[in-house]
């Protein structure tokens, strides 16, 4: 078969959606300071999770993402509770929030973790270490107090050991956590996962995919986030890490007699001449 077009095929339990977003405008990209610690949200980054968060509910993208996972830094939590977290939070309802009130001197209401997908927050998705404050973490402890739904049992250090003030990741080591992290992914059973992290990670990331296909397809993979952008894509897993088996695929039932496709059939059956 000519398949000189470019298309090919793969087992879909080898693949996996990935939902990958930059966070929304934060306090270091509207001033043009990298010297804001953890800088959080602007109002109108807020405006824009909530444009996000609407596109996600028509789109019906929300009902089926199964993982939601977030840099561990202030402004992608906001992001990623803000667009797919649950509804308001209510009281008399016992469960914690992914975001209690007015975290980051946001003025908002608590955001519910209720009929939400499970949060992770993963350091390998972080944007560049090092020298900037921006990127530079609170403690955990801190941050499960802003976040009490969010899951930061993947964060072995409660400090930012990660974070030097006088070296910064370059960019090549950057691209080679993002490799390592979505070997991570392949970990995960989850087949749908939101990813909220940085303008920066997910560009070098996303740069070492696509130089095989169409121009205009690299294009896609490779042009950089705005913020509050996402952008969807398929991760196949070629190398078989995944060890995930088929949850759809079905052999037939037994059959009664040989079950071949008619031209095989055809070249075993006694008197043809071509049995073998």
């Known amino acids: 078969m000519d398949t000189t077009a470019g298309q090919s095929l ?15 405008q934060g306090f270091h990209n509207a001033y043009l300071s990298d010297d ?3 800088a959080n949200l602007t109002p109108f980054g807020w405006k824009q999770v909530d444009n996000l968060r609407e596109r996600v509910k028509l789109s019906g993208l929300s009902k089926r993402i199964e993982l939601v996972i977030a840099s561990p830094l202030l402004r992608t939590m906001q992001t ?8 308001a939070y209510s009281d008399g309802i016992n469960v914690p929030p992914l975001m209690n009130d007015n975290v980051g001197d946001s003025g908002r209401r608590a955001i519910s973790s209720l009929n939400s997908p499970p949060f992770i927050a993963v350091e390998l998705c972080r944007e560049h270490v090092g020298v900037l404050p921006c990127d530079k973490r609170r403690s955990i402890t801190e941050y499960k107090k802003m976040f009490p739904a969010i899951n930061f049992s993947l964060i072995e250090s409660d400090e930012d050991i990660l974070w030097k003030p006088d070296i910064r990741e370059k960019n090549e ?5 993002g490799l390592k992290f979505l070997e991570w992914l392949w970990t995960r059973k989850e087949k749908e996962i939101a990813v909220v992290s940085h303008g920066g990670f997910l560009l070098h990331t996303l740069s070492a995919f696509g130089n095989g296909c169409h ?9 950089p986030f705005a913020n509050c952008g996402l952008r969807s894509v398929v991760v196949v897993d070629r190398s078989m ?3 995930d088996e088929s949850s759809t695929n079905y052999p037939g039932k037994i059959p009664h007699g040989l079950d071949l496709p008619s031209d095989v059939a055809d ?9 073998k």
């Open 36 to 38: 804001l610690f953890d």
């Open 241 to 243: 890490i995944g060890s």
């Open 173 to 177: 080591e950057v691209a080679a956590r």
């Open 80 to 87: 990623a509770v803000g667009v797919f977290g649950g509804e």
């Open 267 to 275: 070249e075993k059956l006694p008197g043809n001449g071509h049995s």
């Open 215 to 223: 121009p205009t397809v690299k294009s896609e993979i490779c042009t």
């Open 10 to 24: 793969y087992p879909l339990h080898r693949c996996k959606t990935l939902h990958l977003v930059r966070h929304a």
